[in-house]
């Protein structure tokens, strides 16, 4: 009531007036309350979002069945582990390290016909007579008594050895194949790098494939340029023997 008889009198200035009704105003909106802006409000939401995330439970529809937690009673009967250094070159051709016996199960999956083995020894009996049990033929490249051995395994391959191994590589009766030697690095990447020669691919991608499984000491230079001088005529490819891809490659 006061407010209303200050606003009324015709004796106050036209400025004091428009301050009392001003201030009567404040007063009114502070006994009204606090009016949450809008940031306010969207934070308030923002909370109640993330208590709903909390509560929600993601479920990735390849590997999760939906549940909370998932129970493995037994551990799986057949163990699938790859060979070290293990990668498909081609269709049925691969490379690796040694197989080991925990390997064979996947090795198995394969269908070998043909392993090349590479390093200077011989394998580990393991693997002798997982050969000899599935009739599995293993080329030693590397020892040959009427080529000569590579006996010091810091070396790298020599071209007897290489042409040796190329020569079952480029024969489609061999496959499916697998070209290994201790670890499937430099005596495998250096017959792998011939391989991409004889296919026609430029050095730069030669040495990238091969630098990509020496591990973090890197290549070697005597390796790299052992694959760039390798003269690709040497190893005889008959088309109607070689595999598919070989010969889509050298017609390209």
């Known amino acids: 009531m006061a407010s209303k008889n200050r606003s009324s009198d015709p004796n106050l200035p036209q400025v ?3 301050i009392l009704v001003s201030n009567d105003q404040s007063e009114n909106a502070s006994k009204i309350g606090h009016v949450p802006t809008n940031s306010e409000d969207d934070n308030d939401v923002n909370d109640d979002e993330e208590e709903d995330e909390d509560d929600h439970i993601y479920i990735n529809e390849e590997t999760e069945s939906g549940r909370e937690k998932i129970l493995i009673s037994h551990a799986p009967q057949e163990r699938i582990v790859p060979p070290l250094n293990f990668c498909p070159v081609e269709r049925y051709l691969y490379r690796s390290g040694q197989p080991s016996p925990v390997n064979f199960p996947f090795l198995l999956n394969l269908n070998l016909k043909t392993i090349i083995w590479l390093a200077n020894e011989e394998p580990q009996d393991t693997l002798l007579e997982f050969c000899d049990s599935y009739n ?3 080329q030693f490249a590397a020892i040959n008594p009427d080529g000569g051995e590579d006996d010091n395994p810091w070396d790298g391959l020599t ?4 042409i040796n191994a190329l020569q079952t ?4 009766k061999n496959y ?3 070209v290994c030697c201790g670890m499937g690095r430099h005596r495998t990447g250096t017959v792998i790098g011939c391989l991409r020669r004889i296919m026609g691919w430029n050095l730069a ?3 990238e494939e091969y630098r ?3 591990g973090s000491r890197g290549g070697r230079i005597l390796v790299e340029l052992l694959i760039e001088a390798f003269d690709t005529k ?3 490819i008959v088309k109607a023997d070689a595999p598919a891809w070989l010969i889509t490659a050298l017609n390209e």
């Not at 071209?159 to 290489?162: F, N, P, R, V």
């Open 169 to 172: 590589i480029v024969d489609r």
């Open 16 to 18: 004091l007036e428009d």
């Open 136 to 138: 599995i033929s293993l």
């Open 234 to 236: 040497i190893v005889e």
């Open 205 to 207: 991608s030669v040495s």
């Open 212 to 214: 990509r499984f020496t």
């Open 159 to 162: 071209e007897h050895s290489i």
């Open 176 to 178: 499916p194949l697998l």
